[in-house]
């Protein structure tokens, strides 16, 4: 089955603690993308990758890391979360030609930093 | 700056009625249009899209949008929604020299009763 899967799907941790959130496709995609959505604000982008070792910065990149290493794998790394972190977050891919064709979403990460 | 309204935050509609879900946009060039649609606890799902061609789109689930250049809008509509159909509803546009980024609304929240 097509998809995409993040992991964990909910967290709870504390200010400074570094953690990854894990985002993988099984559907050959060059482009993968992550996103924050909050109430009121809509979903709004972090960072995405045109392909393997290709990366550029979203509309709020600030206190993130991305890596892309291998095509299906585009963790999300937060060095030192804040509580202003707290967040529902979307990994997503489509494949070549980027956001304009349909994008496929993951089922999304809780995370609460307290 | 380029950006995305949509004018509601809330469309409370009886079953069986018609709906429409308002979205504008500011651009100075040429957009791609989209909409996307979110179940409860689930990730974001594509309903439709407006690349080029035919204004009047028709999606998933019976749902159609309609572009209008001059009034820069892409309003979603459905004739007869069902219980089914109640989920947030996301607008989003794609700038033409930036097909990387995707830039969305802050979301409708369609609440269908019975």
């Known amino acids: 089955e097509a998809q995409v899967t993040q992991n964990p799907r909910y967290l709870i941790t504390v200010t400074g603690k570094k953690l990854t959130v894990t985002c993988s496709q099984n559907m050959n995609h060059e482009y993968m993308s992550w996103y924050r959505q909050d109430p009121g604000l809509g979903l709004r982008q972090i960072y995405y990758s045109m392909n393997v070792e290709v990366t550029d910065k979203g509309d709020v990149p600030e206190g993130y890391k991305v890596s892309r290493k291998e095509k299906r794998n585009f963790p999300l790394i937060l060095e030192s979360p804040s509580p202003n972190q707290t967040s529902l977050y979307f990994c997503?891919?489509?494949?070549?030609?980027?956001?304009?064709?349909?994008?496929?979403f993951g089922p999304g990460t809780r995370l609460t930093v307290l | 700056a380029q950006s995305v309204t949509q004018l509601d935050s809330q469309v409370p509609v009886f079953e069986e009625a018609p709906v429409e879900l308002r979205c504008n946009y500011s651009?100075?060039?040429?957009?791609?249009l989209f909409w996307y649609v979110q179940y409860p606890n689930q990730g974001l799902q594509l309903l439709l899209k407006y690349l080029s061609g035919s204004t009047l789109v028709k999606g998933i689930n019976g749902f159609e949008a309609e572009f209008n250049k001059s009034q820069t809008s892409f309003h979603l509509r459905k004739p007869s929604v069902h219980i089914s159909d109640t989920a947030e509803y996301f607008c989003a546009v794609i700038l033409s020299y930036n097909t990387d980024k995707l830039i969305f609304g802050t979301g409708t929240r369609l609440q269908v009763f019975p």
């Open positions: 997503a891919s489509t494949g070549s030609g980027g956001a304009r064709n349909e994008q496929f």
């Open positions: 651009s100075s060039v040429s957009v791609y």
